[in-house]
């Protein structure tokens, strides 16, 4: 059978056609909450990481079961001659996605940027002193005194165009709880291995694969394009999957998982998540707005929030609220977390007459009113659990005014200095998986780049050194004894009020395979597609 010349090309073309269109596979993420900003150091928070972690890159970072790997450095070490400096190699041919290179130059930049008091990533960067370039391809980090933790931290830290920032006027790093903006909060460039499109706060924002990207080959890049809708509604979220209009789900109602699991053509996976759900209160002004207790703060009476710990049945929640998916827990440290024991662990027994007797004891005996703070669209059921704690504290004589709202708006009453809640409900990951960052955030003498979070308002100068002095710790063992120490004392000051690890569940159409990630920050560029 003879070919004519043109036959040959046509089906050279059409071949060529369908090769491009397999490789061409778009990936429709979606989520209850959007990212708050695009702005790599405006606000540490689990969707807002998540999503700026495809476009944006650290030194490090870590794959979907914690373990640290290379990314911008390609190694890393303490100097031998000086205990309190870090030294990074950079990796070369790495391009920006407007196609300038990456040097020392960027690196140093973005830690002096990340460092600043607008940044929400300062926490992690208490210990240091300055970044400084050593040549194009070599940083060095100086700290106060030896850290041979802060590898850990610098995952966290994405790297931005020094050169970017200053045309675009965004040196500055956002200071979101004052709804401040710049360039960086809807543009972005970055050396990651999707390239931003376009940005729809609340909306829709669509990224492209970087073909450029210095990673490729190395992962499966499969996905060529990601298009991530904010989904409020959980019945809504779920009907987008079933009907195709969504790929993937990141936080699968607990309600709809053994439903989705017979579901024709789909994909659920299940794991653990780095991250506990408690309550915050503010343990230390001497009057409360949102009581109805005149000149006291019933919050600052250690039997107080012992009674309310008591009165939250955790084993309820886990079974009615959370469908089995979350493991009670007495401490709001991960099992991941360097420090974590099962001793701590442990829940305490609901005791409704044994939390009556201490609200009594300590001068309530008919209880109180106040008002709790919580989010709809950030935890998994996280308005559910406000509302089953409010019904547990009210058997004990406890009334609560729950406010339910979005994350954006929840957050910033935390962040503000002073915060603008008394009493409120937060998630909290560990990305170091060391207990100093739950330390440093969200129990350390809120001044300066320490304590951004905490919002208790807890303050004591003793355990404050022993947190500061678990960065410069180089002896293992009495930097765990330490580390053990402080927990003894946060978990009888009852601080705050664990209730649960969450437990994660993804779902996918089955041409996708994505691994549930501890810290629930998808990593797609290692997603292949079938």
């Not at 491009?20 to 959007?34: I, Q, V």
């Not at 190694?75 to 391009?95: H, N, Q, T």
Request: with cysteine.
């Amino acid at each position: 059978m003879k070919v004519s010349k043109t036959s040959l090309w046509a089906a050279l073309i059409a071949t060529t056609m369908l090769v491009g269109a397999a490789e061409a596979r778009t990936l429709k993420w979606a989520r209850s909450g959007d990212s708050l900003t695009l702005d790599p150091h405006g606000q540490n928070e689990g969707p807002t990481t998540a999503l700026n972690g495809h476009i944006y890159e650290a030194l490090t970072e870590r794959d979907h079961t914690g373990k640290l790997l290379p990314a911008l450095a390609t190694s890393w070490r303490v100097l031998p001659d000086d205990a309190k400096v870090w030294e990074f190699k950079i990796r070369p041919g790495v391009k920006f996605h407007d196609g300038s290179a990456l040097t020392a130059d960027d690196v140093v930049f973005s830690y002096q940027r990340a460092m600043q008091p607008t940044s929400d990533f300062k926490g992690l960067l208490t210990d240091v002193v300055e970044a400084k370039k050593v040549d194009d391809l070599t940083v060095h980090i100086v700290t106060k005194g030896p850290n041979p933790l802060l590898v850990n931290n610098t995952q966290q830290i994405h790297i931005m165009s020094k050169a970017w920032a200053e045309k675009h006027n965004a040196t500055k790093a956002q200071d979101f709880k004052n709804k401040e903006e710049n360039h960086s909060v809807r543009n972005a460039n970055g050396t990651g291995p999707y390239i931003l499109v376009s940005r729809e706060p609340d909306v829709k924002t669509v990224m492209k694969r970087n073909d450029n990207y210095w990673g490729k080959g190395a992962v499966p890049h499969g996905i060529s394009e990601i298009i991530y809708t904010p989904i409020k509604q959980d019945a809504t979220r779920v009907a987008a999957l079933l009907s195709g209009e969504i790929d993937f789900v990141q936080d699968v109602p607990v309600q709809d998982i053994e439903r989705l699991k017979s579901g024709k053509g789909l994909r659920i996976n299940s794991g653990p998540e780095n991250r506990t759900i408690f309550f915050g209160m503010n343990v230390s002004k001497d009057d409360l707005k949102s009581d109805n207790v005149e000149g006291k703060n019933p919050f600052a009476d250690k039997r107080v929030r012992q009674a309310m710990n008591m009165a939250i049945n955790r084993s309820a929640i886990q079974r009615v609220v959370m469908r089995g998916e979350s493991v009670p827990t007495g401490v709001i440290m991960p099992p991941f977390v360097t420090g974590w024991t099962k001793e701590l662990d442990a829940a305490p027994t609901t005791d409704v007459a044994a939390a009556k007797k201490l609200l009594a004891d300590a001068g309530y005996p008919n209880g109180f009113s106040t008002t709790l703070h919580c989010p709809n669209d950030r935890y998994v059921n996280d308005e559910a659990i406000c509302q089953a704690a409010v019904g547990m504290w009210g058997q004990i004589g406890i009334k609560v005014n729950l406010v339910s709202q979005s994350k954006s708006i929840h957050f910033t009453l935390i962040q503000k200095n002073p915060p603008e809640t008394d009493f409120y409900l937060v998630g909290w990951g560990v990305p170091t998986f060391d207990s100093h960052y739950i330390f440093s955030f969200l129990y350390q003498t809120r001044t300066g780049s320490a304590g951004s979070w905490n919002a208790t308002r807890y303050s004591d100068k003793d355990v404050d050194a022993k947190i500061v002095s678990l960065t410069t710790e180089t002896n293992i063992e009495k930097r765990n004894a330490t580390i053990a120490d402080i927990w003894k004392t946060l978990k009888d000051e009852a601080i705050y009020l664990p209730v649960h690890h969450q437990s994660l569940s993804y779902a996918m159409k089955d041409a996708f395979d994505i691994p549930v990630d501890v810290s629930n920050t998808p990593k797609l560029k290692s997603v292949a597609v079938k």
